[in-house]
């Protein structure tokens, strides 16, 4: 879920979110490196994948992050 109603509905219902991001990072965060990870994430927003821009920015960041 990418969406940040969403998001604001389950925090405050207590529940924890995982987007369709988590398993790229969960990826890079593993070992594999973020160059690749980062063309997933890319390819998905190409095939149209919906991504609020700021979770977008902050995955972008996460992986730069990883591979510094």
Same mark, same amino acid.
């Given at each position: 879920?990418?969406?940040? &109603?969403?998001?604001?509905?389950? *925090? !405050?219902? /207590?529940?924890?979110?995982?987007? =369709?991001? &988590?398993?790229?990072?969960?990826? *890079? !965060?593993? /070992?594999?490196?973020?160059?690749? =990870?980062?063309?997933?994430?890319?390819?998905?927003?190409?095939?149209?994948?919906?991504?609020?821009?700021?979770?977008?920015?902050?995955?972008?960041?996460?992986?730069?992050?990883?591979?510094?």
């Amino acid at each position: 879920m990418d969406e940040t &109603y969403g998001r604001d509905v389950a *925090a !405050t219902e /207590g529940i924890t979110t995982r987007g =369709t991001a &988590y398993p790229v990072l969960s990826i *890079a !965060t593993r /070992g594999r490196s973020a160059p690749p =990870t980062r063309a997933a994430l890319d390819a998905m927003v190409e095939a149209d994948w919906y991504c609020a821009l700021d979770v977008y920015a902050r995955v972008v960041r996460k992986l730069d992050s990883i591979a510094d």
